[in-house]
């Protein structure tokens, strides 16, 4: 892989990664741009002790545009977009509508592929391996900035999701704080620690969920390194976790056979989600989202450390079958209790049906 890192011309960064070490990336943005302005704050709510980010300048942020004003697209004669070059393998820059800016974190945009029309399902192993080490690189940066204490990449696919461009993308964004959900797992991974006298809850959810077989197991994919299973108490219509067998903290963590592996076991997750509800409905919006340990200090959870979580991956759809979506309603959006309509034995059993000949 090789990095190359430039500027955009209102100072943003811009990172390629390449496949190929030959590549010369000295394109410059010719785009009459002034200097970024943004108004992102971080307000914690009293009641319910979360973090909230308000960020009303992403009111004017692009929407929908036609094909060929794509601002994710590679630049082609007079046509600019963030994208100086005329090409692209994978490339990562600083979101010009950040929720989070400054002292409050960092948000990025991760294109996958410059190929419009793509979707992450229809990368070659290679080219999900290369993004996987753009993660990874950017993981690792991020960690280092005073104002990012975890690290999140995902995507979020499709217009149902909210997606507002087409093109083959998902962010990164690097949080001044320990998430909500986040601070939840590692308040049960310490409680589970101490009840069961230093056991690790990651580790044996995982082994509970491959030592089922049969009609009622809840596995999807069981590779040599990965393991992809519907959870027992999923949320979502369709929800699947991914994880790494050897249990790490993060994406640095992985060794050179968990990443080997891994566009082949992704790769084929997300074209199984395509499937699901049959050729009538090819496109899937999902949002796909890797947890990670926090890089800031963990010292409200007592007795747990960073090598105490595990780096998972977790998919899920909100459609729940064919035309109709999940719709988080007053249960959900006003209690944060899920009512989910598909059991998730049901749910592992048709992923199995769905898989590639």
């Known amino acids: 892989m090789k990095k190359t890192s430039t500027r955009l011309a209102d100072g943003r960064e811009l990172i390629y990664y390449d496949s190929r070490d030959d590549v010369v990336r000295d394109a410059v943005d010719r785009r009459p741009l002034d200097r970024t302005v943004t108004t992102s704050e971080v307000r914690r709510d009293p009641l319910l002790g979360d973090a909230v980010a308000i960020a009303s300048h992403r009111q004017g942020r692009t929407y929908h545009p036609p094909a060929d004003e794509c601002p ?15 090409s692209y393998d994978v490339v990562v820059f600083e979101n010009r509508f950040p929720s989070l800016a400054g002292d409050a974190g960092r948000c990025e945009v991760v294109c996958f592929t410059s190929d419009h029309d793509k979707s992450f399902a229809d990368l070659t192993e290679e080219q999900a391996g290369l993004v996987l080490e753009a993660w990874t690189d950017r993981t690792a940066e991020l960690s280092h900035l005073d104002s990012v204490e975890q690290v999140f990449c995902f995507e979020n696919r499709g217009a149902e999701i909210g997606v507002t461009l087409g093109h083959p993308h998902g962010q990164i964004y690097g949080y001044p704080f320990t998430t909500p959900r986040t601070a939840l797992m ?43 299973f519907v959870p027992y108490a999923a949320h979502w219509p369709y929800e699947v976790h991914l994880y790494p067998k050897r249990q790490v ?56 450390n960073r090598d105490d979580f595990a780096l998972h991956l977790e998919l899920f759809t909100i459609r729940r079958t064919s035309g109709k979506l999940k719709f988080l309603a007053g249960s959900e959006s006003g209690m944060s209790v899920f009512i989910n309509d598909v059991p998730p034995e049901t749910a592992a059993e048709r992923l199995r049906e769905v898989a590639s000949k």
């Open 249 to 304: 903290p993060d994406l640095l963590g992985l060794d050179d056979d968990a990443r080997t592996e891994f566009p082949k076991i992704y790769l084929e997750l997300l074209r199984r989600f395509d499937r699901i509800f049959g050729a009538d409905q090819p496109v899937t919006p999902y949002i796909a989202a890797w947890h990670q340990a926090p890089f800031g200090t963990l010292d409200e959870f007592e007795g747990v």
């Open 186 to 228: 590692l308040r049960s991974v310490a409680e589970y620690k101490e009840q069961t006298g230093g056991r690790n809850l990651f580790a044996d959810v995982v082994e509970k969920e491959l030592a089922e077989t049969g009609a009622g197991s809840r596995v999807v994919l069981d590779g040599e390194h990965w393991v992809a």
């Open 72 to 86: 994710l697209c590679p630049s082609e004669g007079e046509r600019l977009s963030e994208v100086p070059d005329s």
